[in-house]
């Protein structure tokens, strides 16, 4: 389903990604595990064509996101929802104008049929009858469930979770994690998620990658990666501060 | 020889900005003219510019139409040309003032709100956000507002003209004791219409440099809350002094 392949990108001198090779398989929830600046923002970023990367590709469905120009771009992105950190909630729209927007931009639905749909994403995700509220006041939570409802408003193919559980209380980081597991089983969607929360990566998980130094530095299952040898990986997910990861 | 290496590098920055701002200018100009056509915003943009600056604009332009009348008459008393104060104000404002302070108004007031908007929908990552939904962020933001800005202007400065010789007339004829009529024939006898569409077709660039500036700040604010802040200041000043040097040459060239 994705394929990135051989990607580099740097920003001035700061080399970013160094040549990422990842293959993320369809239906399947991908997880990329990595330090602060490691590049996971700028991979996920790259797969979803806000970037342009200064080598390589990024092969979704058969199309290069990377060579891909204006309405092309547009086009792919139809198949793909993400969920950003902070949700990037529309501050001047309601919730149910947020989860509805891109139905507005792209379908010829009236109003109060874009209206039933984000009522119904918005009970998908445990928020039903909160339509006609303003984002500023939401709490963290709720923010991202409703960035999520937005996210899969369009019922797309492709999921792309930008530190979903950052930010919030372990109960309802859980929630979330739920959510994303949910997802991914009724809608059949092929997921992709950063992340450096490991609770969070173990229980979403089908197969987690490691980047580190602008690299995929291991592949595995949870369950591989819990056992692995690799002693990189190892000091990430048990949190030492001592290891060969060098903390700038 | 540091401060040559200073010199250049604040030369290159500032050659580096203008490229971009017309970059982002031209991109803008190839958006306005691909559908569809967000009127929904474009309306919310000239209330937003327009309608809520007609306060500031009102009393800037009465109290400079006064301050004008007096001021001119204090000069014209010397060489016995009281009668002309009506000529001058009429003139400066409809030229030169209405749509210059106009423009600067607007710039500090829905320059710096639009700027401070579209920062803090950088950084909170809502324009990437706009982007992933397959919907240009150009289009939706900033055309809008370019729009906006060029129909708003003009109507403005014609509020600023209006009540900036009604200022005048107000001081020239309740505090100076001019008589109301020939008052009133000054003003108008020596008004040429090309005085009053030069000055809106001023304005109409003020809003179109107001927009663009403003626009491009928000787009590239960066760093969080400082990075807005400063994007706002930017977007104030660059305006400001576009207006200005462009206020120059649009008069010196057109008229």
Known sequence: MIQVINLYKAFGNKKVLAGVNLEIKKGESMVVIGGSGSGKSVLIKHIIGLLKPDKGS??????????????????????????????????????????????????????????????EKLKMVGLAGIEDMM???????????????????????????????????????????????????????????????????????????????????????????????NPLVKQFITGSAVGPIKVG | ??????????????????????????????????????????????EEIGVNSVGVVIIMASFTGMVLALQSYTGFKRFNAESLVGTVVALSMTRELGPVLTGLIVAGRAGASMAAE????????????????????????????????????????????????????????KVLDANPVVYMRRSFDYLEMNDVFSGLFKAAIFGLIIAVISCYKGFYAAGGAEGVGKATTGAVVISMMLILISDYFLTAILF
């Open chain 2, 1 to 46: 020889m540091n401060w040559l290496e200073d010199i250049g590098l604040a030369v290159a920055h500032f050659i580096e900005e203008m490229g971009r701002i017309m970059v982002f200018f031209i991109e803008t100009l190839l958006w306005l003219f691909r559908p569809p056509l967000y009127l929904r915003n474009i309306f919310k943009q000239m």
């Open chain 1, 58 to 119: 990024i092969i979704i469905a058969g199309k290069d996101m990377a060579k891909l120009k204006g309405g092309d771009v547009d086009n792919l992105r139809k198949k793909f929802g993400m969920l950003f950190q902070g949700a990037a909630l529309f501050d001047s729209l309601s919730v149910w104008e947020n989860v509805g927007f891109a139905l507005k931009q792209h379908t010829m639905l009236s109003d109060k049929e874009i209206r039933a749909v984000a009522g």
């Open chain 1, 135 to 229: 984002p500023v006041d939401l709490s963290g939570g709720m923010r991202k469930r409703v960035g999520l409802a937005r996210a899969i408003a369009m019922d797309p193919e492709i999921l792309l979770y930008d530190e979903p559980t950052t930010g919030l209380d372990p109960i309802m980081a859980d929630v979330i994690n739920d959510l994303i597991i949910e997802m991914r089983e009724k809608l059949k969607v092929t997921s992709v998620a950063i992340t450096h929360d490991m609770v969070s990566a173990y229980k979403i998980a089908d197969r987690i990658a490691m980047l580190y130094e602008g690299k995929i530095v291991e592949v595995g299952t949870p369950d591989e990666i819990k056992h692995t040898k």
């Open chain 2, 118 to 173: 579209l920062g803090t929908m950088r950084v909170t990552e809502q324009i990437d956000a706009l982007a992933t939904m397959a919907t240009n962020p150009i289009k939706y933001l900033a055309v809008p507002r370019v729009i906006a800005g060029f129909i708003m202007l003009p109507l403005l400065t014609i509020i600023s003209n209006m009540l900036g010789i009604f200022g005048g007339y107000l001081v020239g004829v």
